[in-house]
């Protein structure tokens, strides 16, 4: 059976289902980098956890010696790079914060697939409101909130980011975590 498309439309061709097939292919596209950069993440936590623990015992045998400007010097190498591996970490934090959001992000360009591939739905202002709700609700920052309330309210996109960069730059001294 041939499906018709925009490089052979016929009369069953609708520009809605050209809608979903690329929506659904972001949504895959989003999905498979996801999935690829799980794997160099979880490597890269392991092996920083690995460093953690080894610099902990060079800490520990370094502490267990007479002292010295040597072992002083070693203890402060040791600190100091204990410092930079935390740092490192939070930032791997902020990655699964970004990786979370992308998750979201596919998830509602699968909704809107399904709801404007559903004729009874995309016509329906209810369901409308109801699949903004359920997008809504998914969000843990209320700077997220409130870019996608500016978004609703017709912001553009420049004035939604740069409201939710504002709520940011208020809430600096409490960093918003996952």
Not at 116 to 123: F, H, T
């Amino acid at each position: 059976m041939s499906y018709s498309n925009s490089i052979k439309p016929d009369l069953d061709w609708s520009q809605v289902r050209e809608t979903v097939k690329l929506l659904n292919l972001s949504a895959a596209q989003v999905d498979v980098i996801l999935q690829e950069s799980e794997l160099s993440v979880n490597t890269l936590t392991e092996s920083f956890t690995d460093i953690v623990e080894s610099m902990h015992t060079i800490n520990n045998h370094l502490l267990s010696l007479d002292s010295s400007g040597d072992r002083d010097q070693a203890l402060t190498c040791c600190s100091e790079t204990k410092d930079k591996i935390q740092r490192a970490i939070i930032a791997f934090q902020f990655y699964d914060r970004m990786q979370q959001c992308l998750q979201h992000v596919t998830s509602n360009l699968r909704g809107l697939s399904n709801l404007v591939e559903s004729p009874d739905r995309l016509y329906n202002p209810n369901e409308w409101r109801g699949f903004q709700g359920q997008i809504r609700s998914r969000y843990t920052m209320e700077s997220e909130k409130m870019m996608f309330d500016a978004i609703l309210q017709g912001k553009s996109v420049d004035d939604a980011i740069a409201a939710k960069e504002a709520h940011q730059h208020n809430q600096f001294s409490d960093i918003e975590l996952f």
